[in-house]
């Protein structure tokens, strides 16, 4: 039983509460009513406490894709630091031979061209991951606030009711 379940047992007890003979109140198990609300009240932590790894899962897989980005972006940087080196090894080598020096320096923009690519390629994934997995917890969050803020409208609501009738009011937190 999760803590909807729960809250949604409360809410019965309350609302099949036997009607009294004066005023707008009901009358409910005082027992039976503590123990669906200590249920609740321990059911309530595991669903903050997942709320919560989902947000320490959110931010692992984020610092996660960032590394990951940050080591492409570096090998990437290097791979072309290595393909200048190499290119300008061959220009100098083939200094005498202008076709050929020509073509090295094309092949050297090419590998350039070719790792930037890929290094682009890789960070968009690497954020289009991080943009899912993102947009899944948003959503998840925002079933769980719904679900919250509808329980405590029904709690006022309820308060409210009983306010109006003229009886005591007995807050539960």
Same mark, same amino acid.
């Given at each position: 039983m999760d803590i909807h379940d $729960?809250?949604?047992? %409360?809410? $019965? +007890? @309350?609302e099949e509460g036997k009607q009294r003979a004066f005023g707008a109140g009901v009358v409910v198990d005082q027992q039976q009513l503590l123990d669906v609300l200590q249920r609740a009240? %321990? +059911? +309530?932590?595991? !669903?903050? +406490? =997942? &709320?919560? /790894? @989902?947000? %320490?899962? #959110?931010?692992a897989l984020l610092a996660q894709a960032q590394t990951r980005a940050a080591d492409i972006e570096a090998e &990437?940087? =290097?791979? &072309?630091? /290595?393909? #200048?080196?190499?290119? !300008? #090894? !061959?220009? *100098?080598a083939l200094l005498a031979d202008h076709a050929l020096l020509e073509e090295a320096q094309e092949r050297g923009r090419a590998l350039f061209r070719h790792a930037s690519d890929q290094a /682009?390629?890789? $960070?968009? *994934? &690497?954020?289009a991951y991080a943009e899912a997995r993102l947009a899944a917890l948003a959503e998840t969050l925002s079933h769980t606030l719904q679900v919250v803020e509808a329980g405590r409208e029904r709690l006022q609501d309820s308060q409210a009711a009983a306010q109006d009738s003229g009886e005591d009011v007995v807050a539960v937190r």
């Open positions: $729960t809250l949604n047992e %409360a809410i $019965t +007890l @309350v009240h %321990a +059911l +309530l932590p595991e !669903e903050v +406490l =997942q &709320a919560g /790894q @989902v947000i %320490a899962d #959110r931010d &990437a940087n =290097q791979g &072309a630091a /290595q393909i #200048r080196e190499h290119a !300008e #090894r !061959e220009r *100098e /682009q390629a890789k $960070t968009s *994934e &690497a954020d």
